[in-house]
């Protein structure tokens, strides 16, 4: 079951990206494992990468992980964008990207527009799919908004329910993230975008 966004996440060479200018810095994790898992999500694997995670104040906005994976080619973007609190996804096939979001737990509203409303944040999301002719690739290491990560109490579950608009599944892997370590899996939607299923591991210490 997802309980809620996570966080976007914005590949770029400078954590103090214009970005996240209003928002909190919570914890940095840097030149830690960039795992093997990920690699076919990558132009450039590189066996490092940083990471440093921000909130916005009083939750008015999804928080976001910048993330550095080393090998940042400034001219290769990805296609999509962060504005107020809304993350706008160009598509080539709008059905299947907005059967996704639904089987994830979106309400569908009016002109490709979906909203998230889950247990923790207090302002949800929204997303705002743009049609295209054709669809955009890019990977998790090119500058921009790459990835959309949920909190998720069962990975099986939740991929099992989206198994039908994705075309590429990592394996689950183990991060050290802060206090905690998580559970991962990456999937890339039939559309080229990318998302991120994290369950929290109990801390054993406790």
Request: glycine fraction near 4%.
């Amino acid at each position: 079951m997802i309980i809620d966004v996570d966080h976007i996440a914005f590949n770029s060479n400078n954590s103090q990206d214009d970005l996240i200018s209003s928002y909190e810095f919570i914890f940095s994790r840097e030149d830690i494992l960039n795992p093997p898992e990920k690699k076919a999500f990558l132009r450039q694997y590189l066996p490092n990468h940083s990471l440093f995670f921000y909130k916005s104040p009083g939750n008015k906005s999804v928080p976001i992980e910048i993330t550095n994976h080393g090998s940042i080619d400034s001219s290769v973007q990805s296609p999509n964008a962060f504005k107020g609190n809304t993350l706008l996804i160009p598509v080539q096939n709008l059905v299947s990207e907005i059967d996704l979001l639904k089987k994830i737990g979106f309400i569908e509203k009016d002109n490709n527009e979906l909203f998230y409303s889950g247990l923790l944040l207090k302002c949800g999301l929204s997303i705002q799919l743009l049609e295209m002719d054709s669809k955009i690739d890019y990977f998790l290491d090119d500058i921009g908004i790459t990835c959309l990560a949920f909190i998720s109490t069962n990975l099986q579950f939740d991929i099992e329910k989206i198994k039908n608009n994705i075309v590429l599944l990592s394996d689950e892997f183990t991060i050290d993230a802060g206090n905690k370590k998580l559970n991962i899996q990456i999937c890339k939607s039939k559309n080229g975008f990318y998302y991120e299923f994290i369950k929290v591991l109990k801390n054993e210490n406790n």
